[in-house]
């Protein structure tokens, strides 16, 4: 359940009036959530005393606002910045009237009462991934005395207000069904904050620079169409529709078949990692910005100043701060000065530091193991049940040809989607339980993965012998009877 206000064309300052809205806007769904469990439970005041209880604190928050304060036109009311701040401190006093307060996934004007038990298991189960995260031995405040240290060596002052590791939180996916969670790192008051808040500025005043590479290289390939005159780097969700119609065109435009199949496509992930080394993201970050300053334009440059508003200074020698290591030039405007060594030393900590906490367990997020997994929205127990027709029975007035490259079809969107091996292995195996679920030829289906993962030795990172043999166990794993 959850409760939103929006302003509207109402005052532009928070008043006795915004206050009663506001609690309105609480008051009616909490009443009507009560009401309702009172009757599928069968008891009489539980959920009653649960609502004033929920109510008394919903009341608390909003008359904690001081009236006159000004409000935002996009943000919830009755949140800014730091009213934000505020109210997620402010979650966790619901625990007294057994809920979780989150806000709802999509839509963050939104807030929702959840099951505490139904919260922390979802976390923790996700918390305690192999893949993702690992265990650190050290504490909290021995990680943010190492950030801390790190800052002072680089003459920027650390922020006594931002001494946390980042908490890991929820919020709910009401549009799924069954409602499931999106997992957040909320690093608002991290130490590593003042150091990623530089380095996004940085890349953000290169951003100009990159895309003249960019354009350069298009232009040396012949290449002259939309989007072209900019690199990949999006700023924004909006603009990912826009990049792939345009490459697809190019593509198509180029190609000498009649029909031309799309180079790019979207597929939505269940998490979306990289696995990509660190080491080799570090290496390529750094090989792309040293490409910058050897630009002909920068030829003379050594450095860069960056401000809050991501204006870019370039620097000769002789205007870098003192070689004391200060590489903060502006205390109060927050302008940050980097040359290639900063650029280099701020990216490895950042990639080689990256912690979340929750429930007092700490946690170090994997650098060299992050994943994607297929995402398929059919495996939820909502759908779980239906009769879905995937794959045609091998009875079907089809070819044998076309029927079987169904393994091959689906050998190559796997290997395109999934990058992580484990996950790739039970899809396959998947699949040929599917497929001979349907009559189809069990010795044929895995000659021809073996053929496929020839043409593709090395393939996550092992010889092809191995991963088809992990394929075949896995399908013994699943009861099939398999040729070896």
Request: glycine letters at 6%; one cysteine or more; hydrophobic letters at 40%.
């Amino acid at each position: 359940m959850g409760a939103k206000y929006r302003p509207g064309n109402g005052p532009a300052i928070f008043t006795a009036d915004t206050r009663d809205l506001v609690i309105g806007c609480f008051r009616e769904p909490i009443a009507a959530f009560a009401r309702r469990s009172e009757q599928r439970l069968g008891t009489t005041g539980i959920m009653r005393q649960w609502e004033t209880c929920v109510m008394a604190r919903v009341t608390e928050m909003v008359d904690s606002i001081p009236l006159g304060e000004p409000l935002q036109e996009k943000a919830p009311i009755p949140y800014g910045r730091q009213d934000a701040c505020r109210m997620r401190a402010f979650l966790h006093n619901f625990q007294g009237c057994g809920v979780v307060c989150t806000t709802m996934d999509k839509a963050a004007n939104t807030l929702v009462f959840r099951c505490p038990k139904a919260y922390v298991t979802g976390i923790m189960q996700d918390f305690h991934s192999a893949s993702v995260y690992s265990d650190v031995s050290d504490s909290s405040e021995q990680l943010v005395a190492t950030h801390n240290a790190l800052l002072t060596q680089y003459g920027v002052p650390v922020d006594t207000t931002a001494q946390d590791m980042p908490y890991y939180t929820a919020t709910v996916k009401m549009h799924k069904d069954p409602p499931g969670n999106r997992y957040i790192s909320s690093s608002s008051n991290s130490s590593m904050k003042t150091v990623s808040l530089g380095l996004n500025r940085l890349f953000n005043a290169l951003l100009p620079e990159i895309d003249k590479l960019f354009a350069s290289v298009m232009q040396q390939a012949g290449i002259h169409a939309a989007w072209t005159h900019r690199s990949w780097i999006l700023k924004n969700s909006a603009e990912v529709i826009p990049l792939i119609h345009a490459w697809n065109q190019i593509y198509s435009s180029r190609s000498t078949t009649f029909f031309s199949p799309p180079i790019i496509e979207t597929y939505d992930f269940e998490r979306l990692y990289t696995s990509i080394d660190t080491s080799d993201m570090q290496a390529n970050i750094m090989q792309l910005v040293r490409e910058i300053f050897g630009l002909q334009e920068h030829a003379n440059h050594v450095g860069i100043k960056v401000s809050a508003d991501r204006a870019a200074l370039w620097l000769r020698q002789h205007e870098l701060p003192a070689s004391d290591g200060n590489r903060y030039s502006d205390r109060e405007g927050g302008s940050f000065v980097f040359d290639i060594p900063t650029i280099e030393a701020w990216l490895s900590f950042l990639l080689h530091h990256m912690y979340v906490t929750f429930g007092g367990v700490l946690k170090q997020q994997h650098q060299h193991h992050l994943t994607t997994m297929l995402y398929d929205t059919r495996e939820h127990p909502s759908l779980s049940a239906l009769l879905i027709i995937r794959f045609p029975h091998i009875s079907s007035n089809i070819s044998d040809t076309a029927k079987y490259n169904i393994i091959t079809s689906q050998f190559y969107r796997y290997r395109r989607i999934i990058l992580w091996r484990k996950d790739f292995v039970y899809r396959l195996a998947a699949l040929l339980r599917d497929l001979s679920s349907k009559q189809y030829d069990m010795e044929r289906m895995q000659q021809q993965i073996r053929r496929l993962g020839h043409k593709h030795p090395g393939l996550y990172g092992d010889c092809t012998y191995t991963l088809i043999t992990e394929v075949i166990t896995e399908l013994d794993g699943l009861n099939l009877v398999t040729h070896s």
